[in-house]
């Protein structure tokens, strides 16, 4: 069963402007992941925030983690068309024994 | 670096037939996974394994089989197919034996069983 579930379900922006993702889920985590899926392709590591981080940036991305909330964003920021793709977050739940979590997806859309 | 690689890339089964989907990754990695990929359900858990001759069951395991003989590969066997094992299969590796770190995902096997 998913533990993170992505919102909105698909997003479509214009090139420049900023995208924003949001994910929920159920149950404590050990840390967050944002993974990038390009149409046809596997899924590539966007960055990591553990429970005891709040936000963490790289180039534009800005992921912010409230676990009392139970969610995540990502923001993409200046986007262009090369950000299309489908993003998904991944839960690690705190079990020893915990395996990644993927949720649905957002499929972001970004024209010129 | 390949990274991980998986072989084939597209594949059309009958139903009753078997196949073995081919992972290999080249990063000395202990962990590694399989998952599938349907649409509007994201990426679940087949199975995984924690090193070599070490291997346990994700969230949908029923109808494969896998094998760690070495570190580097990680077979998934469907021993008869099934037209509900239509998916995009995903092996991935990470350097975390937990499974918990960061994971590197191959191209995809895209699978229909017919």
């Known amino acids: 069963s998913q533990q993170g579930e992505e919102d909105p379900q698909a997003l479509s922006i214009q090139e420049g402007e900023n995208a924003t993702m949001n994910c929920s889920y159920k149950t404590s985590i050990n840390n967050l992941q944002w993974y990038r899926q390009n149409s046809g392709r596997g899924l590539v590591h966007l960055i990591l925030?553990?429970?005891?981080?709040r936000e963490k940036h790289s180039g534009r991305l800005r992921v912010t983690l409230d676990t009392s909330k139970k969610s995540s964003s990502l923001l993409i920021t200046a986007s262009r068309a090369a950000d299309t793709a489908s993003y998904f977050c991944?839960?690690?739940?705190?079990?020893?024994?915990?395996?990644?979590?993927f949720g649905t997806g957002t499929r972001l859309q970004v024209t010129l | 670096n390949a990274g991980v690689t998986q072989t084939p890339k597209f594949q059309v089964l009958k139903t009753g037939q078997s196949m073995t989907l081919q992972c290999a990754q080249d990063m000395n990695h202990e962990y590694m996974s399989w998952y599938r990929q349907d649409p509007g359900m994201g990426l679940r858990l087949i199975h995984y394994s924690v090193g070599a001759g070490i291997t346990d069951q994700g969230e949908v395991p029923n109808g494969y089989n896998v094998s760690r003989s070495t570190t580097e590969d990680f077979p998934l066997r469907l021993l008869s197919a099934a037209p509900s094992q239509t998916s995009v299969y995903f092996c991935?590796?990470?350097?975390?034996?937990?499974?918990?770190?960061?994971?590197?995902f191959g191209p995809g096997t895209r699978l229909t069983v017919l």
């Open positions: 991935a590796s990470s350097y975390q034996t937990s499974g918990s770190g960061v994971q590197f």
């Open positions: 991944a839960t690690q739940g705190t079990g020893t024994a915990s395996k990644l979590t």
């Open positions: 925030i553990r429970s005891n981080e």
